[in-house]
Each structure stands twice: as structure tokens, then as C-alpha cells.
T-cell receptor, first 115, second 112 residues
Framework: SAVISQKPSRDICQRGTSLTIQCQVDSQVTMMFWYRQQPGQSLTLIAT?????????ESGFVIDKFPISRPNLTFSTLTVSNMSPEDSSIYLC????????????FGQGTRLTVV | SQKIEQNSEALNIQEGKTATLTCNYTNYSPAYLQWYRQDPGRGPVFLLL?????KEKRKERLKVTFDTTLKQSLFHITASQPADSATYLC???????????FGKGTTLSVSS
């Protein structure tokens, strides 16, 4: 299994500011995934982060709004930029145990409220 | 594009009964399907994975079926307990073979 530490666990931010969420994994992984979970909704994939290359973003998400860093095989950050109340969500990072076709592990999530 | 539907947002049952949750998908033929449990304020936790060549998989009180003809998976919890109360999510691999795509989930409430 993989243990994922994600922080902060929650934050309340002013609109127009940015928040960086950190995700640390206890083992080396090739791909890390960032999801958003809006209230009452399921998880929506934001982007896939590979070490050493630019993140791949899903439709509806752009790098300027959600820049991602992946400096090594155990760490990644997601920044939510120029926040608005619509960005209030839970943000989750995830890894797969042994690549495609295996179970995924999640951090505990970051509950973001933008006021 | 691929679509996943969990046809009940909420399911309420009595302790001891079997809970059956449904996951349907369209526009895709996944090689596997997964089920997760999510408690409030926590990230999803993996429960079971079933591959396209497997009809059924069991783990303790949990059973998952996978019907690739109907494009449907059923998730059963037998002898349900109040501690089983949570949101259950089904997930498929992305069509591009990347990250998991999740259904909206079914929130199960087991009353004693």
C-alpha cells in the first residue's frame, strides 16, 4: 500500500489569492493524480503529474489556473490560483499501487473554502 | 465520451439485510472496474477490483459482479452493519488508459 500525506487539510481563503496544496507519498511512484470533489459530487480528474514533464490537464482545467509541480517521484503540489468562491471544493491527490489496473490510494483531501 | 452512473444517490436499509448498489457505464469497454468507500471528510478507500474476464469477486461480506454485456456492476454488502454506512463509489480506468473516472456514488445508511 501507499501512504499519502496531504496538507493543508483545510483552509479558508480570500478570493483573488492562491493556495498551494502539497502531497507527499511514502514510496516512489511514476504518476500522481489530482482530483476535485465539489459538494455533493463525485471526483473529477484535474490533471496527471509525471515526474520530469509537464502535467497533463483534463478538459476544463488549465495550467494557469491549476499549476502543478512534480519535482521528484514522491512529491507534488497543486496550486489553485486567483481563487473565486466557485473553487470551494475538496482537492485530493492520488497514486496507483503498481500502475495501471491496480488500486488507487488517496490523501485525506484538502477542504478549501473561498470567501 | 464515457459515462458512469450509480443509479441511487441514497440507499437506506436495516441492519442484517443485504445492500445492493448498481453501477452502469456507457460508451466504453473497460478492462476492469473498481469500488471504493468514502467516509465524510476522508479520501476514498479501495475495496475491490474486478477484471473484465471475471464474473464475480468476493472479499469477506463484500461481493462484486461485472456484466460486460449489460455494462453493469453490482456491489453487495451482506449482513450489513451500521459501520457500513458510507458513500460507495465505482470507478473505471479512463478511456485513454490513464486515471480513474468515478461515478457520483451511492450513500448507504444502515440503521440498527
Amino acid at each position: 500500500s501507499a501512504v499519502i500525506s496531504q496538507k493543508p487539510s483545510r483552509d479558508i481563503c480570500q478570493r483573488g489569492t492562491s493556495l498551494t496544496i502539497q502531497c507527499q507519498v511514502d514510496s516512489q511512484v511514476t504518476m500522481m493524480f489530482w482530483y476535485r470533489q465539489q459538494p455533493g459530487q463525485s471526483l473529477t480528474l484535474i490533471a496527471t503529474a509525471n515526474q520530469g514533464s509537464e502535467a497533463t490537464y483534463e478538459s476544463g482545467f488549465v495550467i494557469d489556473k491549476f499549476p502543478i509541480s512534480r519535482p521528484n517521484l514522491t512529491f507534488s503540489t497543486l496550486t489553485v490560483s486567483n481563487m473565486s468562491p466557485e473553487d470551494s471544493s475538496i482537492y485530493l491527490c492520488s497514486v496507483e499501487r503498481a500502475g495501471k489496473g491496480t488500486e488507487a490510494f488517496f490523501g485525506q483531501g484538502t477542504r478549501l473554502t473561498v470567501v | 465520451s464515457q459515462k458512469i452512473e450509480q443509479n441511487s444517490e441514497a440507499l437506506n436499509i436495516q441492519e442484517g439485510k443485504t445492500a445492493t448498489l448498481t453501477c452502469n457505464y456507457t460508451n466504453y469497454s473497460p478492462a476492469y472496474l473498481q469500488w471504493y468507500r468514502q467516509d465524510p471528510g476522508r479520501g476514498p478507500v479501495f475495496l475491490l477490483l474486478i477484471r473484465e474476464n471475471e464474473k464475480e469477486k468476493r472479499k469477506e461480506r463484500l461481493k462484486v459482479t461485472f456484466d460486460t454485456t449489460l455494462k453493469q456492476s453490482l456491489f453487495h454488502i451482506t449482513a450489513s452493519q451500521p459501520a457500513d454506512s458510507a458513500t460507495y463509489l465505482c470507478a473505471l480506468e479512463g478511456q485513454a488508459g490513464t486515471a480513474l473516472i468515478f461515478g457520483k456514488g451511492t450513500t448507504l445508511s444502515v440503521s440498527s
